[in-house]
T-cell receptor
Framework: GAGVSQSPRYKVTKRGQDVALRCDPISGHVSLYWYRQALGQGPEFLTYFNYEAQQDKSGLPNDRFSAERPEGSISTLTIQRTEQRDSAMYRC????????????FGPGTRLTVT | AQKITQTQPGMFVQEKEAVTLDCTYDTSDQSYGLFWYKQPSSGEMIFLIYQGSYDEQNATEGRYSLNFQKARKSANLVISASQLGDSAMYFCAMFEMNRDDKIIFGKGTRLHILP
């Protein structure tokens, strides 16, 4: 079946603009995770959902970042008033349950803020 | 303190040799899981292997095995008979079952397999 998909794959935006990054998890997966990955670094946890409920948002850097998963499937990560330091690869992963293993990652969205 | 430590930023290994990638972790929980991901230059994240803290035997998946030493809090990845396609970034990660299940990744080790 289809894996995790993310769109757009690449996004270039000007500083100060808002961006919305979309994640479509594997069908039937309960848990959905967002990560941010700087070049040459490991993924940094941002937030995660079980169904539509946001379980943990302690990794969100500041209040410009928000995420939602209103129907327990597709999720959107929104960054308001983007800054250059927000430039990174944003990755989404999903798993069957919240027991935390075998997360399947999407291809990521490469965000560049100019 | 870092939860996951990978002390080897880069490694060069001759093809067909075995490779050990180091990973140590820090947790006070009794219930946790450890795993390894491979990230080739294409950027995808590929799940390799998983070890639960209560698993008595070391996990193995084909050429991959996890050398789990609980008392030393180490979870090294061993790749037997390395291949050119093994060249990639490798991340060790942990989740603690009593801490909201979020996964913490190490900084990674870049492995280069030489022909």
């Amino acid at each position: 079946g289809a894996g995790v998909s993310q769109s757009p794959r690449y996004k270039v935006t000007k500083r100060g603009q808002d961006v919305a990054l979309r994640c479509d998890p594997i069908s039937g997966h309960v848990s959905l995770y967002w990560y941010r990955q700087a070049l040459g670094q490991g993924p940094e946890f941002l937030t995660y959902f079980n169904y539509e409920a946001q379980q943990d948002k302690s990794g969100l850097p500041n209040d410009r970042f928000s995420a939602e998963r209103p129907e327990g499937s597709i999720s959107t990560l929104t960054i308001q008033r983007t800054e250059q330091r927000d430039s990174a690869m944003y990755r989404c992963a999903s798993s069957l349950g919240s027991d935390g293993y075998e997360q399947y990652f999407g291809p990521g969205t490469r965000l560049t803020v100019t | 303190a870092q939860k996951i430590t990978q002390t080897q930023p880069g490694m060069f290994v001759q093809e067909k040799e075995a490779v050990t990638l180091d990973c140590t972790y820090d947790t006070s929980d009794q219930s946790y899981g450890l795993f390894w991901y491979k990230q080739p230059s294409s950027g995808e994240m590929i799940f390799l292997i998983y070890q639960g803290s209560y698993d008595e035997q070391n996990a193995t998946e084909g050429r991959y095995s996890l050398n789990f030493q609980k008392a030393r809090k180490s979870a090294n990845l061993v790749i037997s008979a390395s291949q050119l396609g093994d060249s990639a970034m490798y991340f060790c990660a942990m989740f603690e079952m009593n801490r909201d299940d979020k996964i913490i990744f190490g900084k990674g080790t870049r492995l280069h397999i030489l022909p």
